[in-house]
Structure formats: structure tokens, C-alpha cells
């Protein structure tokens, strides 16, 4: 079993939609949490990124963190074309640890 | 403008020939690491340094070799050892044992075909 597990999609939505992603991990002693959104043929870049429980916001992104759950979220609110991309998930035991990373989900907003 | 930069963007190798990924960072991190992407499959390790002049194996590092004799540079190594190198691999950096700020930075990769 992995230890984080993300569903690869694709997931396909209308403009205007609200994008729900989602990430499932197993161990506990991950405290760092990230969501990265790669466009085709390029690097990944940093979404968000918090260490504790709870929501984060930043514009039409918000982080979800449930760390009794062990699972975390990620909503784009009114989507556009432009947020089409893989939007890979990644997790840290702590500041020296190595990343964990999930498969990645590819959203795909239709105008 | 502080950043990661790969060389080349596309790369072409014929079999039995071994081939060199650049990786450059002037972000002042000291850890590096090299992943392998491929579809469907997320990013997989295949070499990290924590260090100039130090460096572990990743969950797939046997084909691969690297080298950290410099704190800005990590070159990657595709050996002929490698039986499946074509592939998306991608270079990153941070900081280490910061409290804040420990994300990954990432390049924009390099298109390893073999020919």
C-alpha cells in the first residue's frame, strides 16, 4: 500500500464549477502538507501549503487538513479553463524528512 | 531572479549510451533531489543529497548516478544500466530544518526519449 494515495482522474468539470480533490495518507507522523499544480511538459509549482489542521485560504483556493482522518483537500472555487492541470499532492514527516508525494489528479475545466 | 534551472529541456539517448541531466540551483538550499515521472505513476525518488559531497539512493535509484561536489549543482547521471530511462525527471531544492518555507522547489524538468 502506498502511503499517500490520490486518485489520478481524469476529473472533468464545467467553467464556473468548484473542483474537490482529495488525498489519503497512512502515516501519522506526516505534519507538513502541500498541493502542487503541474501544467503539461512543465514542473510542478507550490499551490498551498500548511502544517497544521484546519482550512487555508488564499483567493479561489482552499487547503483542508484532518489529520484524525489522515486525509487532506483541495477546492478551486469558480474554475476556469486556466486551472486545467495535474494537481499533485505531497506531505513531510518533518523539516528533514523526504517528500511523499500522490500520483497526481488531472482536472480538466471545460469552458 | 533565484530559481532551479534543468538542461537540457529534451534529451535523446541511444541504447547503451549513458547520459547527463543538469541541475543548477542558486536558492542557497542544501538539499537537491532528482525524481522520475512518469504517467499515472507521481513522482518517484531516485536520488536526494542533504549535502555537498553527500547523497542516498532513492526508491529507484539502481541505472541512476549522481554526484554533489558543489552546494549549487546535482547532475544526474542515466546510465546504461537503466532499462526504461525515457521518462520526465525533474530536479528540486529546499531548505532544510527550517520551521517555515520547507517546500520544494522544482525545475521544469527534462524529456529523457531513448532512440
Known amino acids: 500500500q502506498k502511503e499517500v494515495e490520490q486518485d489520478p482522474g481524469p476529473l472533468s468539470v464545467p467553467e464556473g464549477a468548484i473542483v474537490s480533490l482529495n488525498c489519503t495518507y497512512s502515516n501519522s507522523a506526516f505534519q507538513y502538507f502541500m498541493w502542487y499544480r503541474q501544467y503539461s511538459r512543465k514542473g510542478p509549482e507550490l499551490l498551498m501549503y500548511t502544517y497544521s489542521s484546519g482550512n487555508k485560504e488564499d483567493g479561489r483556493f482552499t487547503a483542508q487538513v484532518d489529520k484524525s482522518s489522515k486525509y487532506i483537500s483541495l477546492f478551486i472555487r469558480d474554475s476556469q479553463p486556466s486551472d486545467s492541470a495535474t494537481y499533485l499532492c505531497?506531505?513531510?514527516?518533518?523539516?528533514?524528512?523526504?517528500?511523499?508525494f500522490g500520483a497526481g489528479t488531472q482536472v480538466v475545466v471545460t469552458p | 531572479d533565484g530559481g532551479i534551472t534543468q538542461s537540457p529541456k529534451y534529451l535523446f539517448r541511444k541504447e547503451g549510451q549513458n547520459v547527463t541531466l543538469s541541475c543548477e540551483q542558486n536558492l542557497n538550499h542544501d538539499a537537491m533531489y532528482w525524481y522520475r515521472q512518469d504517467p499515472g505513476q507521481g513522482l518517484r525518488l531516485i536520488y536526494y543529497s542533504q549535502i555537498v559531497n553527500d547523497f542516498q539512493k532513492g526508491d529507484i535509484a539502481e541505472g541512476y548516478s549522481v554526484s554533489r561536489e558543489k552546494k549549487e549543482s546535482f547532475p544526474l547521471t542515466v546510465t546504461s544500466a537503466q532499462k526504461n530511462p525515457t521518462a520526465f525527471y525533474l530536479c528540486?531544492?529546499?531548505?532544510?530544518?527550517?520551521?517555515?518555507?520547507?517546500?520544494?522547489?522544482f525545475g521544469q524538468g527534462t524529456r529523457l526519449t531513448v532512440v
Open positions: 528540486a531544492s529546499r531548505e532544510q530544518g527550517a520551521l517555515m518555507n520547507t517546500e520544494a522547489f
Open positions: 505531497a506531505m513531510l514527516t518533518d523539516s528533514w524528512g523526504k517528500f511523499q
